[in-house]
């Protein structure tokens, strides 16, 4: 069992910054592939980033890359979601997740990831 823990969102102007984070505690997080997700209101669940055990390779969503970057601490139990030049279409819940996935494919699919976090929501105005 993997707990999930968000924090970092809040209401930001359009063009600005912010870091999401993510505490994992339980059965071994540093043994998860971790992943970010979104959900803005009336449309489904995205993925928006993952990243590998040991991070050494991150996949991104077309529409956040060159923009965000999905890091993790394993020392720390964290991952890390930077958001920069924040757009009023990134609105949405963001959530963690983790998943036991092997393949890199797998990681853009919610269907593959184990646990989830309950999300933190990020507000970005116009």
């Known amino acids: 069992q993997v707990r999930l823990v968000e924090s970092g969102g809040e209401l930001v102007q359009a063009g600005g910054s912010l870091r999401l984070s993510c505490a994992a505690s339980?059965?071994?997080?540093?043994?998860?592939?971790m992943g970010w997700f979104r959900q803005a209101p009336g449309k489904e669940r995205e993925f928006v980033a993952s990243?590998?055990?040991?991070?050494?390779?991150?996949y991104y969503a077309d529409s956040v890359k060159g923009r965000f970057t999905i890091s993790r601490d394993n020392a720390k139990n964290t991952v890390y979601l930077q958001m920069n030049s924040l757009k009023p279409e990134d609105t949405a819940v963001y959530y963690c997740?983790?998943?036991?996935?092997?393949?890199?494919?797998?990681?853009?699919?919610?269907?593959?990831?184990?646990?989830w976090g309950q999300g933190t929501q990020v507000t970005v105005s116009s």
């Open positions: 990243i590998t055990r040991n991070g050494g390779s991150t």
């Open positions: 339980g059965r071994t997080p540093s043994t998860y592939v």
């Open positions: 997740s983790a998943g036991r996935i092997t393949t890199a494919p797998a990681m853009v699919f919610m269907s593959a990831y184990n646990y």
